[in-house]
């Protein structure tokens, strides 16, 4: 089984320690995280993962949604 690099992890805590910062350039936008930098954002996961791979050549890209809160669940 192949293991999740250390560096993706870390994209994730700092996203959620910049979210809020994030959302006010990302708001409902899937945006994708490579070495603590956004690489890509787009309105579809997919996407946003797919232009941050040709970016960076990385196989494991951290694609997070900036979502207002305001959804009702």
């Known amino acids: 089984m192949e293991k999740i690099p250390k560096r993706f992890w870390d994209d994730e805590e700092w996203v959620s320690t910049h979210g809020s910062e994030l959302q006010k350039d990302y708001l ?9 930098k956004v690489v890509a954002s787009a309105d579809d996961p997919g996407i946003a993962e797919k232009i941050a791979r040709d970016k960076t050549g990385k196989k494991y ?13």
């Open 61 to 73: 890209i951290l694609v997070e949604f900036m979502e207002s809160g305001e959804a009702l669940y």
């Open 28 to 36: 409902n936008k899937w945006v994708a995280v490579v070495d603590k």
